[in-house]
């Protein structure tokens, strides 16, 4: 019995051992929230636009965002942003209101802020996309493809 409870002990610790290990994440930020803290303390901001639909978009999630040395970087450098670009939701960023108008008369609507900033000239709208804005939110530098931590790391270097 005091063996059965003994292993029992061991178990339980050794897992929890391993999930607080694994809970180091990306500090996400809302539009709202990312407002505030530009006004308190400008720095880049990095923003992920993403579709439950997007195999790519998945795969960073879960290749890439997990990686530690991509998280602290993330978290120290920048304030990080990711939006699934068929929203619903009406975003004010800047006093500015946002929606997502395509969702009234098209399947899979991208929201307005996602056009506005991953648009591209002559191509069509395409995830994943990922953009770094500078300290005046002007855009640094848009990826639409895929990466890979190592990637993503020399990307998120300052110019």
């Known amino acids: 019995m005091l063996r059965s409870i003994l292993l ?3 178990f339980l610790g050794g897992y929890s051992n391993a999930t607080s290990q694994s809970t180091d994440e990306i500090h996400w ?3 709202a929230e990312l407002e505030v803290a530009l006004q308190e ?3 880049p901001v990095f923003i992920f636009f993403h579709a439950k639909w997007c195999a790519y ?3 960073i999630e879960r290749k890439v965002f ?3 040395d991509v998280i602290h970087t993330i978290n120290s450098e920048y304030y990080a ?6 929203t619903q ?4 960023f800047e006093n500015v209101t946002y929606t997502n108008t395509q969702s009234l008369t098209q399947r899979n609507g991208i929201h307005e802020i996602p056009l506005a900033l991953a648009s591209r000239a002559g191509f069509p709208f395409s995830l994943p996309a990922t953009i770094f804005l500078n300290n005046d939110f002007t855009v640094r530098q848009r990826v639409f493809e895929y990466y890979t931590s190592n990637e ?3 990307l998120l270097k300052p110019l």
Do not use: R, W, Y
Not at 81 to 86: C, F, G, H, N
Not at 89 to 92: A, C, K, M, Q
């Open 89 to 92: 939701d009406t975003i004010t």
């Open 8 to 10: 029992i002990c061991v």
């Open 81 to 86: 942003i990711k939006m699934d670009v068929e």
């Open 29 to 31: 930020k809302t539009f």
């Open 57 to 59: 978009c998945k795969k």
């Open 152 to 154: 993503l790391l020399e």
């Open 41 to 43: 303390n400008p720095k």
């Open 66 to 68: 997990t990686k530690t």
